[in-house]
Nanobody
Framework: QVQLVESGGGLVQPGGSLRLSCAAS????????VAWFRQAPGKEREGVAC????????YYEDSVKGRFAVSRDDAKNRVYLQMNVLKPEDTAVYYC????????????????????WGKGTLVTVSS
């Protein structure tokens, strides 16, 4: 079955860290860019970070630059989102999505280009 499954969410205090994992099954992630999105209660979904296939070039939304880091392990068919110095405003359901684009051609955070989504994992930042 072709799918993406996120894990690693949970409750964390402000200033804490979490690492989210996006596991692909039924296909190889090697040739896809992968993006992380989030949706907070009552807000629209927004792109957070993405990683290209091949050279692994990265892109981050301004509010998470310097705090979040996206990486990939194609041997394990997984992409990760390391989140540090978490803030209450980071509270959201986090989704990973794959983007079909030419190998090594970068990545972007527009959801209309994603062709497969996970079901999400909830991150709650609260004291």
């Amino acid at each position: 079955q072709v799918q993406l499954v996120e894990s690693g969410g949970g409750l964390v205090q402000p200033g804490g860290s979490l690492r989210l994992s996006c596991a692909a099954s039924g296909f190889s992630l090697d040739y896809y860019a992968v993006a992380w999105f989030r949706q907070a209660p009552g807000k629209e979904r927004e792109g957070v970070a993405c990683i290209s296939s091949g050279d692994g070039s990265l892109y981050y939304e301004d509010s998470v630059k310097g705090r979040f880091a996206v990486s990939r392990d194609d041997a394990k068919n997984r992409v990760y989102l390391q989140m540090n110095v978490l803030k209450p405003e980071d509270t959201a359901v986090y989704y990973c999505a794959r983007e079909p684009r030419d190998y090594g051609s970068g990545c972007q955070l527009e959801d209309y280009d994603m062709d497969l989504w996970g079901k999400g994992t909830l991150v709650t930042v609260s004291s």
